[in-house]
């Protein structure tokens, strides 16, 4: 029986060995294929921004995660896998999970989020398409999926007059999180 309610809260480290599996159900095995996977690969998640929804066993039901990005130099986050465990898909777990992880992105000083997915579902939440903002990942992606939002108005400013040149930056560790090209926005 689907349970009557669910909290959400950060992920604890013993979620993790529920997610996989989890992501496994939501996506399919072959999912780790995907251009965003590479954009993760070698990463960390952001630790204050990686949730669960869970029940009152603390079973896990739902995940939200979101990634350290940068667009050339400008620091920015990835939105996702967002996993909703399908026989609860549906029920708002999933707007409930975005929601309330674009606001504590915010309230955490993060000014750009980007996401690969279904256009429908992301606008509520303020993104648009990306690559008509001249964004562009470092491998193939369906460009009316890929899109992106300001977490506070005109943090798209900081991303006009770029120079066009396909950065692949390295952050302090090393690890590789520059994945985007930046045009001029339309
Ligand atoms: C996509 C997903 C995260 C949505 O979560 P959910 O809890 O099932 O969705 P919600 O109940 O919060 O839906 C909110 C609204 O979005 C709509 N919606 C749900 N899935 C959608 C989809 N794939 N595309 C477009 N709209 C969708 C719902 O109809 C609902 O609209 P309404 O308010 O007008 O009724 C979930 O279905 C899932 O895990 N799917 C498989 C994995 C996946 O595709 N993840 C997203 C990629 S990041």
Redesign the pocket.
Known sequence: MPPSSYDIRPQRPHDLALLDPLLDR??GPDRQARTVYRLREGLAPVPELCFAAVDQYGGLL?SLRFWPIRIEEVPAIL??????EPA?????????LVTHGLAEARANGHRICV????P??YRPFGFVNAPSRGLRLPGPVDPRRFQAAELEPGAFDELAGGDGHIGRAEDARGAITAPTQLRNPL
């Open positions: 939501t996506f739902a939105l996702g896998p967002l996993a909703v609860l898909q549906g029920r708002g777990m999933g707007r409930a996401v690969v997915g279904e429908e579902y």
